[in-house]
């Protein structure tokens, strides 16, 4: 086909990958490789003399590099990543790679109809598609900013701030910046999220934002040194279960098996049929324990993007994972759950290992404690609404573009 489309006086041919029903090839999620797609791009060159463009997840400088000088293609074709970092080129041609804002192939912000009351949207990129409405100019004044809360939200109102002339003290309790986020790479075919964090990482370092770890802000030390505005990003937290027996031993948070403090036995019950909820699942069901996702409404993912959720349906059918759907847990006993669907009808299911992920709390202890007591003060990230970190940044974005 190709051949006649050359004879047929076509300029170039950008080669693209499925259809309809293999939607992941052409918008390759995290569990598919980088340049999933080239090698059907290198066929097609093989066969005819007109330019040939390679697309599909070409994710770094480097690789692009790789596909030209092992002549696969003429050219490369990027999409996501330009939406991440839309000056990926300019900065790899001055030889800037560390300061390109990857993509992490997520699909969550950009695919389907994106993110409510914005459109398509990047999780990694908080300006994309706020461009005409934010814009990050030196302040008219600089101010003392105080940000407490080292996760993404805090670090990137940190980022902006610093950037528009203000001074800015970012507090983290622990020894470490990155907050629950740390987590999110350990769950499975998400490595590629750690983007997220070296980047900031990265721009933090490279900033005028004076960092201070392992020091645990309270209200008494910002009222003594009245910063002008106090940031704060202190996260969220796991809502536990209003359940009987939540309190047993073998009953964990999300966040407590994706940092591996639990030692899951055979039969693990996930309450909870999220994103998360199902990642565990596939992590216990990889690991060699039988999983069994309890989810009360009528289907699990509900808010996951067309294309990852039917990712995830497919592994999971391919793993030794029970989904019950309409289906609530009652009551935890030891080594059983007790489980009734919508019809009434009680199950108890076996469990060594409970996990729980039905959502997250926001922590606000701080901003109650300083309301009428600082002039501005602010919440962002988790702390404002629990959500997926595009949320947290973009929060983190207006806030500080706005001081």
């Known amino acids: 086909a190709a051949k006649e489309l050359e004879a047929a006086g076509v300029d170039a041919i950008l080669v693209n990958v499925g259809n309809k029903k293999t939607k992941k090839q052409t918008l390759p999620p995290h569990s598919l490789p980088p340049g999933v797609s080239v090698s059907f791009a290198a066929a097609i060159k093989s066969a005819v003399n007109i330019p040939v463009i390679a697309m599909g997840k070409i994710n770094t400088p480097a690789l692009a590099e790789e596909i030209l000088a092992g002549g696969q293609a003429d050219f490369v074709a990027m999409t996501r990543a330009l939406i991440a970092d839309p000056d990926l080129p300019n900065k790899a041609r001055a030889g800037r790679v560390e300061d390109i804002r990857g993509c992490i192939y997520c699909l969550d912000d950009c695919a389907d109809k994106g993110v409510p009351k914005l459109g398509r949207a990047c999780v990694n990129n908080p300006l994309a598609g706020l461009e005409y409405e934010i814009?990050?100019?030196?302040?008219?004044?600089?101010?003392?900013?105080?940000?407490?809360?080292?996760?993404?939200?805090?670090?990137?109102?940190?980022?902006t701030a610093a950037a528009r002339g203000h001074?800015?003290?970012?507090?983290?309790?622990?020894?470490?910046?990155?907050?629950?986020?740390?987590?999110?790479?350990?769950?499975?075919?998400?490595?590629?999220?750690?983007?997220?964090?070296?980047?900031?990482?990265?721009?933090?370092?490279?900033?005028?934002?004076?960092?201070?770890?392992?020091?645990?802000?309270?209200?008494?030390?910002?009222?003594?040194?009245?910063?002008?505005?106090?940031?704060?990003?202190?996260?969220?937290?796991?809502?536990?279960?209003?359940?009987?027996?939540?309190?047993?031993?073998?009953?964990?948070?999300?966040?407590?098996?994706?940092?591996?403090?639990?030692?899951?036995?055979?039969?693990?019950?996930?309450?909870?049929?999220?994103?998360?909820?199902?990642?565990?699942?596939?992590?216990?069901?990889?690991?060699?324990?039988?999983?069994?996702?309890?989810?009360?409404?009528?289907?699990?993912?509900?808010?996951t993007k067309s294309i990852p959720r039917a990712d995830m349906l497919s592994r999971l059918a391919g793993k030794d994972v029970t989904i019950?759907?309409?289906?609530?847990?009652?009551?935890?006993?030891?080594?059983?759950?007790?489980?009734?669907?919508?019809?009434?009808?009680?199950?108890?299911?076996?469990?060594?290992?409970?996990?729980?992920?039905?959502?997250?709390?926001?922590?606000?202890?701080?901003?109650?404690?300083?309301?009428?007591?600082?002039?501005?003060?602010?919440?962002?990230?988790?702390?404002?609404?629990?959500?997926?970190v595009g949320h947290a940044l973009r929060t983190a974005l207006r806030v500080a573009a706005s001081l």
């Open 324 to 388: 019950m759907t309409k289906t609530a847990a009652a009551a935890i006993q030891p080594g059983v759950v007790v489980a009734i669907d919508k019809d009434g009808r009680e199950t108890s299911l076996p469990a060594d290992t409970v996990v729980y992920s039905v959502g997250n709390n926001p922590v606000r202890g701080l901003y109650h404690d300083l309301q009428g007591k600082i002039s501005e003060v602010f919440l962002i990230g988790d702390a404002e609404e629990p959500g997926n």
């Open 135 to 159: 814009k990050i100019e030196p302040a008219a004044e600089a101010r003392q900013v105080w940000v407490v809360g080292g996760g993404p939200a805090g670090m990137q109102a940190a980022l």
């Open 167 to 303: 001074k800015v003290r970012l507090f983290e309790a622990t020894g470490g910046l990155g907050g629950q986020f740390i987590l999110a790479p350990l769950a499975p075919f998400k490595a590629e999220v750690a983007e997220v964090l070296r980047w900031l990482e990265v721009q933090i370092a490279k900033s005028s934002v004076e960092v201070e770890l392992n020091h645990h802000v309270d209200a008494g030390e910002i009222l003594a040194a009245k910063p002008d505005v106090v940031i704060v990003a202190a996260g969220s937290e796991p809502k536990r279960l209003p359940l009987p027996g939540a309190d047993a031993p073998n009953v964990y948070s999300a966040k407590d098996y994706l940092a591996q403090r639990v030692k899951p036995g055979k039969d693990i019950v996930v309450i909870g049929g999220g994103d998360t909820g199902c990642e565990i699942a596939e992590r216990a069901a990889e690991d060699g324990c039988r999983a069994t996702v309890l989810e009360v409404a009528d289907e699990i993912l509900l808010k």
